[in-house]
């Protein structure tokens, strides 16, 4: 709520006029300013901004649609009311005015109790607008302190976790919370875990379903070494998002663990949007696996599989932004386009995702994409 009285600026050449508005709020509930003249009015809201603006149209020099066409275009001013003051009583500069930002316009003679109520009706509005405006602000900061967190709940970007393997991804949110998530960490000296989610929606509720899956993997680590099972640990966080009822929030995710020992990897997935890609020097393989998304409904039941991690292979997992997008035609890039990109910039040779994203967004002919896209690899180099 406002602390002070609110600040009247009335504008106009002819200083009878300015006394004549100035007497009508001259009870101590406003700050009352006057000026003569358009470049006075500049040089005032250099200043001071002023809650309302009284503003007369016939002036010499600049006149008052010139002075209100320049502070509407003032980012520093371009939300204060103005009403407008004309002895014109023509419909065209009471559209002109309109068109120009003012709130209002106000005929000369006019009923000086009917502009005080105009007044007060808009600084109203102004105070409703300052409330939206400063809560907006706060929740921007909110948000992007509740971002920094996020991103610090994320793995290093690259990790050779071992002498002939390494982890890395890239993360890129379309809002400043992302609804994708990913982790990577260690089992035991020859197990690592690692995967990839994707939260339905965006923003405060989808991020708080990724913090979730930060803590469950921290506090059921012991109890995944006593498995090293996907299936088991995919039906554990399923019961468990139904549990806390995350406003009707599901996600998909790929799930592995990799033996560094024997090169197998252990995975399991839960939903049907995309599927990661072994990629070898021979071959590029989806490891493909239909099954319900996590939080669609209880008693789910997943499978386990087992693939070899081949020397000099990446395995390459993707979130659905990176299939769905649509270039200018409307064409859907689909699996066979992330191939072809894939083979394009010889990816399991040098594997920089930040390319594989420049690729993604020639697609679709944009500056970013309408999903958050994640993109992490486990490759393994060639056996020393």
């Not at 309109?98 to 009923?111: M, Q, R, S």
Request: hydrophobic share 40%.
């Amino acid at each position: 709520m406002r602390k002070d009285n609110p600040t009247i600026l009335i504008v106009d050449d002819e200083p009878v006029n300015r006394i004549i508005l100035a007497r009508a709020f001259t009870n101590n509930e406003y700050n009352i300013f006057e000026c003569g003249s358009g470049d006075e009015v500049l040089a005032f809201i250099d200043k001071r901004i002023p809650d309302i603006i009284l503003l007369d149209i016939m002036m010499p020099g600049m006149d008052g649609f010139e002075v209100c066409q320049k502070i509407k275009n003032n980012p520093r001013t371009f939300d204060v009311p103005i009403l407008l003051i004309t002895a014109l009583n023509d419909k065209q500069s009471k559209l002109k005015g309109l068109e120009l930002g003012a709130y209002d316009v106000i005929t000369k003679p006019f009923d000086i109790f009917e502009v005080k109520l105009r007044v007060k009706q808009y600084l109203r509005m102004r105070d409703l607008f300052i409330q939206v405006k400063e809560n907006n602000l706060r929740m921007k900061r909110e948000i992007l302190s509740a971002r920094k967190v996020q991103m610090n709940l994320l793995p290093d970007n690259h990790i050779n976790f071992h002498k002939n393997y390494e982890f890395l991804f890239e993360y890129f949110p379309c809002e400043d919370l992302g609804g994708d998530f990913i982790d990577f960490l260690e089992v035991d000296e020859n197990h690592f875990l690692f995967y990839i989610a994707d939260v339905s929606g965006h923003g405060v509720a989808s991020s708080l379903v990724t913090v979730f899956l930060k803590e469950f993997f921290n506090q059921h680590i012991s109890k995944i070494k006593a498995h090293y099972s996907p299936k088991i640990i995919l039906e554990t966080i399923n019961k468990a998002i139904l549990s806390l009822n995350f406003s009707d929030k599901y996600l998909t995710m790929f799930l592995g663990i990799l033996n560094i020992e024997t090169n197998q990897l252990y995975w399991s997935s839960a939903g049907p949007n995309t599927f990661p890609l072994l990629i070898t020097e021979h071959d590029i393989i989806e490891l493909k696996n239909q099954a319900p998304a996590l939080g669609w409904w209880e008693d789910i039941n997943f499978d386990d599989f087992t693939t070899d991690i081949l020397p000099n292979s990446l395995l390459l997992c993707y979130s659905d932004a990176a299939v769905e997008i649509k270039n200018k035609q409307d064409e859907m890039l689909g699996i066979e386009g992330i191939v072809e990109m894939v083979k394009k910039l010889r990816l399991l040779e040098y594997p920089d995702f930040q390319s594989l994203i420049h690729e993604l967004l020639d697609y679709s002919n944009q500056l970013s994409f309408d999903d958050d896209l994640t993109l992490i690899g486990i490759r393994r180099l060639l056996n020393e």
